[in-house]
């Protein structure tokens, strides 16, 4: 049978899903697709279904009028109305299988005419045809070409020649635009695209004065990056010559969004087009550019911070766009590429949340603008994207707008990614991907309107690759033909995109040559009268502690460090929030277990003894509530935690319920969000740093499932966290929790690092702790945000401790009169201070095993002083605690290995504490483990000796 052979051999890729769906349908139900189709599969009869069967392993099932019909006998031919012969079945068969081959075909376009879409302005990349989009691999001829099928509206046509129909689809699908969005799940996504692609409107879509504008944008963008080359021959600019397409692009998305509702924009980029996007998206003045060109600092005089280099800053303004003011900024960062990523997202959601817009989070979008190779080969692309439709993360959808320049410093494609291409990676969350050729401004502004659109419509994550090229070296001092001949001898005799989109102009009448010379000689006076007013422009104010940051202020030099913050509570207050984390709704279904930590917290809270980390802890959130902040609590199984001991979402045994006491305080209290995140770290860090730049009046934490795993976080913390302020003047009260202290449990599960953060700290850029109460973890918390200026703390906490019978604070420790302690003197009756021949430091966990030992061992002149803060170090506080103990020698004692831990850290700051006493010890001698390049044993017996040894060791024993 003709039909089968013809239908066995279309059951190839595509065109096999596409029937499978059809078929499946059919099979279930018949009259649920089109009759023609429906008449087709009963007419193939079993040679035809089996076809089907095999290639789409669908199943046959009773049809509702008993098995299925039988093929056609030969019958005389029957009357029709008029008496006109019935219509030939042969007949109406060919018709039915043109159809389907037809439709096959479109569908083939729609998946993999991007394949051989017209993308590279350099023309070096010609796509190869592919058989798919052949209409001979489906049965026609050049003699078919012109005859009438019937595809029942699809393409917007009843029916359609194969010519009408390849006209469509490769104007569509193969021209300057190619949309990969058939792995879309999503039928009214895939609809949403097709509807407005299919028939090309780009080419159809502008005015005269579209095209004027997106001429304007153009002159601007290559203006720019032309007048710097001239003036500033030998600066590192990383300009956006051969991109130019992106300012436009940008501006486009700006615009669409803007009109559709969205109030504020935030952006993060790397370095090619920074300054570009600075002055022409985000309205920097050129004056300002000029000047940091030039050498002046970019801070006022009064302001302090090492200032960063011009194409790692950002800024901020506000623009009348369709009546109505928007916000936009630029986020800075530094040359870890995409490591900005994560952090604009958590700002656009902090910004939501600010907003009250949990919902639909239109109000507030971020746009991210990548490079080919980055796009494709840094995986905090993959995990920024991941986060982006979950519960504690989503933000409505993110713009993806990847300037392609086909080239990565020196690395073409072909290294650089394994995909087809260098977007592939947005697939796994089913983005909509658009691919358009960087010549062609007007489908450039046309698929980033759509971009904008669909996040509206679907808040969902986007990409618009504008494929394009760079006119230069990664920099401009580079050479580029010296690796990449061929390329750049093409790159030499392009015309720019501006001068080909003025002259396509000036031929269609659009804007006539001499009103596009003056548009461009307008813009250079602009730029001129700039360059000589930067030569005495000095910025008089910075923007840092304005808007949502006003009212705070920076922490300077001279302020006191130990600084005793308003952080203390009413009693009564706190036995209101402790009845609160002890309380679960009638009928819950609390775990039993659970139960009884929840009585054990009413009973510590009603005694007012031997309140726990955990409990510590809640009452530090719980109070920043009622005080009218939120919580904001992120990381991996945070609300649970990690060692079972949080349990700040309650689940019920029967229904999966939640419940979360924290927000069952008081009424119309904010609230307390704790989310289970992805298994990421980089990421979510980021996140949540750029949550905590938002939003300076919501306590932002993430915590580490243990604290050595921060290490894959690192950019975020030594580009971002620890240097962001003295870079870039922002601040972020952003809290780690890192789980640290050695137990046994071997290299990855002892230690957080303690020394990568001290090494860090510098100028008081952040607060590092390692606390030994659950008060002074409650005052740390409420400091957060109880300080008239915000620095990240990083704070070791405990494991063991958590519920170590001596890790305990009574509730007056919370109460008025309290507050953080940096240093925690002696707390046991021993021998009078003159006695003492030993005075042991030490910060964190090993306090505890030092203070057992002692006890068991009944010595009385050896006095243990904890360190609860690192940094800012407390030289006061340290000062008065040794002081007394004038005949004493001391000791630094800690659990990690010497070349670790806070060592040589704390050394010579403790050496000048003690030459400023009066006391016999000059220099401290050190106690703890050997030198090491692990970590930690993974041997609990050895784990065992060694910390019998080091707790020995110190006490002199």
Not at 835 to 847: D, N, S
């Amino acid at each position: 049978m003709a039909g089968v052979d013809i239908l066995a051999s279309a059951m190839t890729g595509a065109n096999a899903a596409f029937l499978a769906d059809l078929y499946a349908r059919w099979v279930e139900k018949p009259e649920s697709v089109d009759p023609s189709f429906a008449e087709l599969f009963e007419a193939l009869g079993d040679e035809g279904r089996a076809v089907l069967t095999d290639a789409t392993g669908a199943s046959w099932a009773p049809r509702p009028r008993g098995g299925f019909a039988p093929e056609p006998e030969a019958a005389p031919a029957a009357k029709g109305a008029k008496g006109a012969p019935a219509a030939d079945p042969a007949a109406i068969r060919r018709a039915q299988i043109d159809s389907l081959r037809a439709l096959m075909l479109i569908r083939s376009y729609r998946v993999r005419g991007h394949l051989e879409a017209q993308l590279d302005p350099l023309g070096l990349q010609r796509p190869k045809p592919h058989p798919e989009l052949d209409p001979k691999t489906y049965g026609f001829t050049e003699a078919d070409w012109d005859r009438p099928i019937f595809i029942d509206g699809v393409l917007g046509r009843e029916s359609a020649t194969i010519r009408e129909i390849l006209s469509i689809c490769r104007a569509t699908y193969c021209g300057p635009i190619g949309v990969e969005f058939m792995h879309i799940q999503d039928p009214d996504q895939k609809a949403w695209i097709q509807q407005r692609m299919e028939g090309a409107p780009w080419t159809a879509a502008f005015d005269k004065a579209g095209k004027r504008q997106i001429l304007e944008h153009l002159t601007e963008a290559e203006g720019f990056e032309a007048f710097c080359a001239r003036k500033y021959v030998s600066t590192k600019r990383f300009g956006l010559e051969g991109g130019e397409s992106t300012i436009p692009a940008v501006q486009a998305v700006i615009e669409t969004a803007a009109k559709a509702g969205v109030n504020e924009i935030a952006i993060g980029m790397a370095h090619r087009g920074r300054l570009n996007v600075l002055v022409n998206i985000v309205k920097k003045p050129y004056t300002q550019v000029f000047s940091e060109f030039a050498g002046v600092g970019a801070n006022p005089d009064d302001v302090q911070g090492s200032g960063d280099v011009k194409y790692h800053l950002g800024t901020s303004t506000d623009v009348e766009i369709a009546g109505r003011t928007i916000h936009l900024s630029l986020q800075p960062n530094p040359s870890h590429l995409e490591a900005v990523d994560p952090v604009v997202a958590g700002k656009v959601r902090a910004r939501q949340d600010m907003a009250g817009d949990t919902k639909g989070r239109h109000s507030v979008m971020g746009i991210l603008l990548h490079g080919d190779a980055a796009f494709a080969g840094q995986g905090l692309v993959y995990e920024t994207m991941a986060m982006s439709q979950l519960i504690g993360y989503r933000t409505g959808g993110t713009i993806h707008i990847v300037t392609n320049n086909q080239i990565g410093f020196t690395t073409v494609p072909a290294h650089a990614y394994s995909g087809l291409y260098c977007t592939d990676i947005a697939k796994s969350v089913q983005a909509p991907i658009w691919h358009v050729n960087g010549d062609n401004p007007e489908a450039v502004v046309f698929v980033s309107r759509l971009a904008a659109e669909f996040r509206q419509q679907f808040a969902v994550d986007i990409v618009v690759d504008i494929v394009c090229y760079r006119r230069h070296g990664h920099n401009e001092s580079d050479e580029p033909a010296f690796t990449q001949p061929i390329m750049y001898g093409r790159i030499r005799e392009m015309k720019t995109t501006r001068t080909k989109y003025a002259e396509a102009l000036a031929a269609e009448g659009s804007v006539p040559a001499e009103d596009s010379k003056a548009m461009l000689d307008a813009f250079n006076q602009t730029l001129e009268e700039a360059h000589q007013a930067a030569q005495t422009f000095r910025p008089n104010k910075a923007d840092w502690l304005e808007g949502h940051w006003s009212g705070l202020k920076a922490a300077g030099a001279g302020d006191e460090v130990e600084q005793l913050h308003p952080t203390a509570v009413p009693l009564e207050t706190l036995r209101e929030v402790g009845a609160a984390l002890a309380r679960v709704p009638e009928g819950f279904g609390v775990n039993s277990k659970i139960a009884r930590q929840l009585d054990a917290k009413k009973q510590a809270i009603e005694s007012g003894e031997g309140i726990d980390w955990a409990t510590g802890e809640a009452l530090g959130f719980g109070t920043l509530l009622l005080e009218g902040h939120r919580v904001r609590l992120s990381g991996e199984d945070v609300q649970r935690g990690t060692f079972s001991h949080r349990h700040a979402v309650l689940i019920d045994q029967s229904t999966q319920a939640e419940y979360v006491p924290l927000n069952n305080i008081r009424g119309g209290q904010p609230r307390f969000e704790a989310f289970n995140s992805l298994l990421s770290e980089f990421g979510v860090l980021g996140f949540e740093y750029g949550y905590s730049l938002a939003d300076p009046h919501t306590l932002v934490l993430w915590e580490a499932q243990f604290g050595d795993f921060a290490n894959g976080a690192q950019v975020i913390i030594d580009q971002f966290l620890a240097s962001g302020e003295t870079k870039w003047l922002r601040m972020s009260g952003l809290v780690l929790l890192l789980p640290h202290g050695y137990e046994g449990q071997g290299p990855e599960h002892s230690s957080a690092r303690l020394e990568r953060y001290l090494q860090l700290c510098a100028e008081r850029n952040m607060r590092v702790c390692n606390l030994t109460t659950p008060a002074n973890y409650f005052h740390a918390l409420r400091r957060q945000l109880k300080a008239n200026y915000r620095k990240p703390l990083v704070q070791m906490t405990p494991k063991s401790l958590l519920r170590h019978k001596l890790a305990v604070s009574s509730l007056s420790e919370f109460g008025p009169g309290s507050g953080f302690k940096y240093v925690i003197p002696e707390i046991d009756a021993i021998a009078p201070e003159e006695e003492v021949k030993r005075v042991v430091l030490c910060t964190g966990k090993v306090y505890y095993d030092l203070l057992q030992e002692r006890r068991d061992k009944g010595v009385r002149d050896v006095a243990i002083i904890r360190v609860e803060q690192l940094h800012p170090f407390p030289v006061q506080s340290l000062s008065r605690a040794l002081a007394p103990y004038k005949n004493a020698e001391v000791i630094w004692c800690q659990e990690e290995p010497e070349n670790m831990g806070a060592w040589t850290f704390i050394d010579r700051r403790l050496e000048k504490v003690l030459k400023g006493l009066d006391i016999k010890a000059k220099r401290p001698d050190y106690a703890g483990r050997k030198e090491a390049a692990s970590p930690a044993t993974g041997l609990a017996k050895v784990h065992g000796q060694e910390q019998a040894t080091l707790v020995r060791e110190a006490l002199g024993l």
